[in-house]
């Protein structure tokens, strides 16, 4: 199986714009979760969605929002951008059982300028 | 609530080597634990999982690792480094409150001296 992936890798964005980013899941997993990597935080929860619907959130800002399409493909957008918002962005799928294994892309690095 | 500390921002040893990557877990009930592996510009991949069978868990690479509930310990652990175990490592608890999140340690970065 194809494993999870994410688009674009890279991004540039300036303060005050907005981003979405784009993962993939692995096939029939209907789970998707969404993590921020900074240096300064480490890996922070911000949301799971399954069969397109948020099932949980992490402690973010409004300005961070997603959704999950028919085909389990999930995006994540970041409205406002801010310098503090300069991370690795990762996602995750699983099946969505609690014992089951979260399998990561190789995440989404966005600079804010 | 679930917390996972790592003792040991960076751990350097020998090729050849035994590696030992502390955790140390906080949990009301017995947790779901985890050991992931980031190489440079990569994300994460896992290592091995503890979902309440066997104390004792061999993961992918060699490594392994032991829960201790007396101690809520997880380390991990492989007998010989290799040069290609340089990285940096992550333990991480699931939630439990239904979600499917997990819980992050800050990361060992672990470095192999030729």
């Known amino acids: 199986k194809a494993g999870v992936t994410q688009t674009p890798r890279y991004l540039i964005k300036t303060r005050g714009q907005q981003v979405t980013l784009s993962c993939s899941p692995i096939?029939?997993?209907?789970?998707v979760s969404w993590y921020q990597q900074t240096p300064g935080q480490g890996l922070q929860f911000l949301f799971e969605?399954?069969?397109?619907?948020?099932?949980n959130k992490g402690n973010f800002p409004g300005r961070f929002s997603g959704r999950q399409f028919s085909n389990s493909r999930s995006e994540m957008n970041v409205s406002t951008l801010e310098l503090g918002d300069s991370a690795l962005y990762l996602c995750?799928?699983?099946?969505?059982?609690?014992?089951?294994?979260?399998?990561f892309g190789p995440g989404t690095r966005l600079t804010v300028l | 609530a679930q917390s996972v500390t790592q003792l040991g921002s960076h751990v350097s040893v020998s090729e050849g080597a035994l590696v030992l990557l502390r955790c140390n877990y906080s949990s009301s009930v017995p947790p779901y634990l985890f050991w992931y592996v980031q190489y440079p510009n990569q994300g994460l991949q896992l290592l091995l999982k503890y979902t309440s069978a066997a104390t004792l868990v061999k993961g992918i690479n060699g490594f392994e690792a032991e829960f201790k509930k007396s101690e809520t310990s997880f380390h991990l652990t492989k007998p010989s480094a290799h040069m290609r175990d340089a990285a940096e490592y992550f333990c991480?608890?699931?939630?439990?409150?239904?979600?499917?999140?997990?819980?992050f340690g800050t990361g060992t970065r672990l470095t192999v001296i030729p």
């Open positions: 969605y399954f069969s397109e619907t948020q099932r």
């Open positions: 995750a799928s699983s099946s969505g059982t609690f014992t089951d294994t979260q399998y």
């Open positions: 096939s029939g997993h209907r789970s």
């Open positions: 991480a608890v699931r939630s439990l409150s239904g979600a499917n999140n997990l819980f």
